[in-house]
């Protein structure tokens, strides 16, 4: 009975229980289910290797694909557009993952692959850009947001500013990677044995016969398995980042409250760490701005947090390298190319780290000045995105390749 009623009271319907929370799914779950993306991520960059071979070697595509790919032997060209379809996609991962991919089947050149590369970096740090527009309409948290944002940015522009025009010029960075494969074993020629061969096979094969039994001629065929590898790599990065993204990020907001931006070593493990984790920088890029903008994290710890994270993206590039295959009857180590392609974005990361982290007061006195003219008209904000990852690349390559027209 209810006090002071005389009435008893009648049970809670069912109807109208808050429902129990749903549990979150067993580490060692979630663990296979990394595994298992991983896997056939693996086998991703095989297929459309495998694909792409096919494709070249057919009678009457090689002229097409001499005429799709002529164009990468200008370094500026390879730069911008790789910077373009980064900026459209979102994820440095996947444009880093299909120029190894391309460059380790001699569809690329080397050095034009460390080019695109340089620009698969200054693509990914747009995703900072777009996040920041969240806290629009809120002045001071728009400025701290784009700022933490362009700090990113601008590192990745300085860095290409300086290491582009050297690389063309003496080939450094092609040439110390190419050293680092060498001591690694991997030659750019001759031919080696890998596991992966195994592991992945059934699945290559399989492709390739599945296809083989709709199409004859082997260009569509190697043109096909291509598109599913391309389709195969697009969605197996996208279940384990989700499924990691899931996993990690909702206890690693407080942990970099707490811990991880005690200082400049702090934050910069960090962010290796995290971006290692989550094999995205776009993501720890989309959590470290709101952060920036909500005043928990200053502007001098994001830096070599951002710093870090763009280490940190380098790993996917080394998994891809690693994963490639070597084909027996071919007379070049598609391996030995694809990790010293990986090996030059390592590279060009730490080299600019070495250059800019001691000149911070550079990057970081001009995030604050844009950041300020930005908070103060958005349309600047606006501008900058535009600008820098959609203007300048398709001019770029438009003057170009005019120039070079006969």
Known sequence: MAPGTGRKTSATPPLLTRPAPARESPAWLRGMYAGVCLYFFVCAINVMGGGLKMMAGAPGTQGWMDGLFAQADNPFVALMAAVLVTAIVQSSSFTTSIIIAMASVGVLDIRAAIFAVMGANIGTSVTGIIVSFGNIRIRRQFRRAFTAALVHDIFNLLSVAVLFPFEWATGILSRSAGLIAQGLGLTTHGTSTSPV??????????????????????????????????LMLFFSLFLMVTNLRGALLHRLEGLFRSIFFRNDLFAGVAGVVTTVLVQSSSITTSLIVPLAGAGAVTLNRVFPFMLGANIGTTCTGVIVALAVV?????????????????????LFNLIGILIWYPLKIVPLGLARWYGRLAARSKRYAFLFLLVVFVVIPVIGITITELLRAP
């Open 197 to 230: 061969r195994v592991i992945t096979g059934p699945v290559v094969d399989g492709v390739k016969w599945l296809v083989g039994q709709v199409f004859s001629n082997p260009a569509w065929v190697g043109t096909l398995v291509a598109v599913l590898g391309l």
């Open 326 to 346: 070597d084909d027996p009857a071919s007379v070049v180590n598609e391996k030995g190319i694809a990790v010293t392609v990986a090996a030059s974005h390592v």
